[in-house]
């Protein structure tokens, strides 16, 4: 049986301050972190998933890199041979020429 290795997922330093900063803004607007962590967790378990099943996400232009939906935000990621690597989070609800990744 050929086992398939699992990538490791990093996330790079401007994906991280965005997650933040979504995290500050529903913080300050519920004034309760619940939703924030709620929303932290989806993040978790859909790159899980990406994990295991890396093509099951929306192909860009751009090669290596994909993105998928969680909620109301984007997750941009690229996929190399041993990681996966968060490059952005991005709101679907912006104006769409704005999409970070063409």
Do not use: C, G, H
């Not at 330093?13 to 607007?29: D, G, L, M, P």
Request: aromatic fraction near 12%; hydrophobic fraction near 35%; proline fraction near 3%.
């Amino acid at each position: 049986m050929v086992q398939r290795r699992r990538r490791k997922i990093k996330w790079t330093v401007n994906a991280i301050q965005t997650k933040k900063s979504i995290f500050y803004y529903w913080n300050n607007r519920n004034k309760s972190t619940v939703y924030s962590q709620k929303l932290n967790q989806l993040f978790t378990a859909t790159l899980k998933r990406v994990e295991n099943n890396p093509e099951a996400s929306i192909a860009t232009k751009t090669e290596n890199v994909r993105a998928i939906l969680v909620r109301d935000y984007y997750l941009i990621f690229e996929i190399t041979e041993f990681k996966i690597i968060v490059l952005d989070i991005w709101d679907t609800r912006q104006n769409p020429q704005d999409f970070p990744i063409k």
